[in-house]
């Protein structure tokens, strides 16, 4: 399946949870960004940076909408639960995931070094990102 195909079952799946996607100018150090209900991506991202931006943001999108009570800590371990997802659902698709920077990502599983709480999450939000792209997870 081609990396655009992936990209329109996420976009599909978006549709039908009610997620707005919009693509505009955004910060050159920023790929993309999650508030509420619309997920942002820049808009001159290649195909690859855009699937790869696409399932970090649906990520944050489906495992993050609770606040942890430590707001300090919370956007690093939401951040490193986003990469442990990228880099879970990229090897599922068998494509390359240079940018993926998770804990773990070098010495084993993506969530080797996360908490349970942080596990229980990155599976679950892969689970139904992989489900999306008509995987089945865990095989």
Known sequence: MAIQDHIRSLESLLERSGVRLVRTRLPPAVLGRTCRDQITLREDLSLE????TLVHELAHWLAH????????AQSTVFEYE????????MARLGLPCSDCTAPGA???SPTDDLLPVSVRRVVWASGR???????????
């Open 106 to 108: 070098d010495s084993g």
């Open 65 to 72: 909408r609770e606040p942890l009570p430590d707001a300090h």
């Open 82 to 89: 986003a990469e442990a997802v990228e880099a879970l659902v």
């Open 49 to 52: 940076q855009q699937l790869l």
């Open 129 to 139: 990102i992989c489900h999306a792209l008509g995987l089945e997870y865990g095989r």
